[in-house]
C-alpha cells in the first residue's frame, strides 16, 4: 500500500506532468499546418480530413524528431523534469587512439545507427505529444470537476456532462466526496503520465546499439590509454627512484673521500629526477583531462645519457651496441628505450655485484636487445644499500610482456647459467601498409 501512493509526494511527479504538458504545448504549432490539406479536401467526408489532419501532425512531429538537435535537447529536459539517468548522445566514429599508444581499438564494423535505431526519437515525440495532451485534458477536466462539484463554491446544483455521460451530485457531502475524487484521480493521471515517460525515456532516448558499441570502444581506448601511462609512470620514476637511492648511497659513501665522485652523484640525481617530474607532469595532465603539453620522448638517442647516470651510481656497464641505431625511429625506439630501461633499473634493484652486460642490435629486419647481470641480493655498486629498500611491485616484467607483446615482439627472461640472470627482446621491424 505504501509503495502505490510513494509517487504523491513526490516533486519528479509534478515535473514530470509538467515535461508531458511542454510537450503537448510544443505540438500545438504544428496544428495549423497538419489542418489546412484537410480544409482544403472539401469533399472529403469530416472524420476522412480528421483522419487526414492527424497523419499530417504526426508526420510534422515525427519528421522535428530526426534533426539530432532535438535529441540532444530531449534528453537535457528529461533528465531535469523526469529525474531519469540519460547519457548525452554520442556520435558514431571510429575511435583515434594517440601518438605512440599503438593501435586504438576499432570499433565493429556494425557500428553504425541502424534505421530503427533512427526512428526511436520520432517514436519518442510521438508517444510523448500523445501522452501530453491525454494526461493535460484528463487531468485539466478531473481537477476543473473537484472544483466546480462541491455545492459551496457555486451556490446551486451542478451537473456535469461530458461526451454523453451526465454527473449530477446531490448537494451536501456527496458532492464533496466526488470532488475529492475527481481531484484524487486528477493526481492518478499525473502520475501515470509522468511513469509512462519515464519507463519510455531509457528505451527511446537511450543510448542506441550503436552507441553503445562506440561508448564500449572509448572505454576501451581510455583504458588502453590510462594503461600505457601507468607503464610509462613506472618505467621513469621506478628508474629514477631506484638510480637516485643508490646514487644518494654512493655520495654519502664517498663524501669524505672523494668530493668530486659525490658532487657527481648529486648531479646525476638532479638530472634524472628532473627528467621524472617532466614525466609526471605530463600523466598527471593527462589523468586530470586537462590539454596536455607535448608528451616528453625518451628514444635510443638517449640511451648513452641513460648509461651515464648509472655509471654514476657506481654500476659497471658494459655496453655492446651495433648496427645503424639512428634508422630506428618512432614507436620502436621509444619502445627500445624503455625496455632497456626496466631492464636495468631491474639488474640495479636485484643484481649481485659485477658488470651489467647491455646488448642492442639493430638489423634490417628488426632490433635485439638484452640485459645480463649477476644474480644476487645486492646491488651493483658496492655500497652498503638493502635490497628491501627496492620493495618489488609484481608489475615490472609483466608490463614489459605486455609491451613487447602490443608490439609482435619476443620476450625471454630468466636465469642465464648458475650465476646471472638475462633479458632478451626481440623486436621487429613494422613493415609500412
Known sequence: MNRAFRPFPHGSTYSGALFAFLGATASAPLLPLAVLPALLWHSAPYGVRAALALLVWAALIAGIGLVPAVRRVLIVSARRLLKVPLPDPVP????????????????PDHAVPSGA??????????????????????????????LALPEDWTGSDTEVALLGWTLRPERGWQSWVTAAVCVLLAVLVCVATSGALRWLAPRLLGPSAAERLTLAAERERRLAERNRLAHELHDSIGHTLTAATIQAAVAGEVLAADPVAARAALHSIEESTRAALEDLDYVLGV?????????????????????????????????????????????????????????????????????IQVELSAAPDGLRLSVVNRIGHGTNTGAAVDRGVFPTSGHGLPGLAERIRLLHGEFEAGPHGAEHWRLAVRLPVRVPA
Open 287 to 355: 589523468l586530470r583531462e586537462e590539454k596536455a603539453e607535448t608528451a616528453p620522448v625518451r628514444t635510443l638517442a638517449d640511451l648513452p645519457e641513460l648509461l651515464d647516470r648509472l655509471r654514476h651510481t657506481g654500476a659497471r656497464i658494459e655496453p655492446d651496441l651495433t648496427g645503424d641505431l639512428a634508422q630506428v625511429q618512432g614507436t620502436l625506439s621509444r619502445a627500445a628505450y624503455r625496455i632497456l630501461q626496466e631492464g636495468l633499473t631491474n639488474a640495479l634493484r636485484h643484481g649481485g655485484g659485477g658488470p
Open 117 to 146: 535505431d533512427r526512428l526511436r526519437t520520432p517514436a519518442w515525440l510521438l508517444l510523448h505529444v500523445a501522452l501530453g495532451w491525454a494526461g493535460t485534458l484528463a487531468s485539466s477536466v478531473l481537477f476543473l470537476m473537484g
Open 92 to 107: 558514431v566514429r571510429l575511435p583515434v587512439g594517440p601518438p605512440g599508444a599503438g593501435p586504438a581499438p576499432a570499433a
